[in-house]
């Protein structure tokens, strides 16, 4: 391969991020396998691997990366800070049309960047092949445990930004066995949904069916994981079909209603379209055997497929209730009748080191045999959103978006 030099840069956006695209590790490890790769280091405060660190392991860290040919960070780049003629990789959220981020992709097209959006990165399947969709789950299912024992006063757990690392965490999973014979619903089979079926798995809770969730009791605390198929149907009476549900989700409406009589906690862990039922409604809320009382809701879609999710919330301040009476958002933990609800949006920085090991490897794994060599797959060019100062032709549904 040819000489090719990667910068790391520092996050810019606020409140900052302390996520790295690669660990002082998997930076070795990169370098170890391509000949010819060199990677620098832009100085940070805030990276949850100091710079420090770095340089233990013998990589240059600088405050200008401006002279490398690959810029990666992990959110979006400032547009300050955003350097003409480069390739970056981040996390752009532009290709929903996102109304926050149009200026920025603006500028990238006028500073004449090459961007390419890890969201986009997929095989041949259309698969995703980097994530932090599973440490947002592992953290959201923690979090919504959290939000439970402080809602009924049964103990109380260390946030999930406090804790060193996933280890240190789980010296804190003790604590909820002191839960009375409650049952959680877990929505989704993505790597959402399965980093938050780990955590209840390591804290003991068992699995039962849905069969046996719906129309057995139990006397200790269980969790079900819910398909697709287990809270939807079409709406014409036909058999379930997946396919057709992912490419159709108007032509489906929820039968959620079923577990709303059985269940105290829901974690919400499934990919929503706007296009898709919700769950339930604001009116179910108010129903006598409406009996869920705490939501960890953490695909985090504003109005999306939990209707109480009138807001996000931070990793400080992650909880508010939700009042059914009245509609309205109330403090968190105000009154027992409200539905007390977790909603950070960003919880893969609760714990940043884990969730930066596990992306580094998928880098390396999944994205740096193609970025760094010529290939024929396509994986780079799919997720390519800008190249010589256009829109690629892929994105060109993007045109009105960035019009002046």
Known sequence: MRPITIGLICEGKTPPDKRVPLTPKKCMEAVSLYPGLQIVVQESAVRCFSDQEYRDVGLEVRADVSDCDILMGV????????????????????????????????????????????ELLTNEKEERIVAFGRWAGIVGAYNGLLTYGRKHGLYELKPAYKCVDMEDMQEEFFKVKQLPPIKMVVTGTGRVAQGAV?????????????????????????????????????????????????????????????????????????????????L???????????????????????????PTTKRSTTIQDPAFDYNPTTGELEPPYSRPGNITEMAVDNLPCELPRNASRDFGRQLIDNVFPHLLRDTPDGIIERATITKGGQLTERYQYLTDYVAD
Request: charged share 25%; net charge neutral.
């Open 75 to 118: 959110k979006e780049v400032p547009i300050a800070q955003l350097i003409s003629n480069k390739t970056y990789l981040f996390f752009s959220h532009t290709v929903k049309k996102q109304p926050a981020n149009r200026e920025l992709l603006r500028q990238v097209l006028q500073k004449n960047i090459t961007l390419i959006d890890y």
């Open 198 to 278: 780990e955590v209840l798995d390591r804290m003991g809770i068992r699995r039962v069916s849905v069969y046996d969730y719906l129309y057995h009791d139990f006397h200790e605390p269980v969790y079900t994981q819910l398909r697709s198929s287990d809270y939807n149907r079409r709406r014409d009476g036909r058999v379930w079909d997946t396919p057709d549900f992912h490419k159709h989700p108007e032509q489906y409406e929820s039968t959620f209603s079923s577990y709303l009589p059985v269940t105290d906690l829901l974690i919400a862990c499934a990919y929503w379209h706007p296009a898709a039922p919700k």
């Open 280 to 306: 339930f409604t604001e009116e179910d809320t108010r129903r006598p055997n409406f009996r869920i009382n705490t939501i960890a809701d953490v695909t985090c879609d504003v109005n999306g497929s939990v």
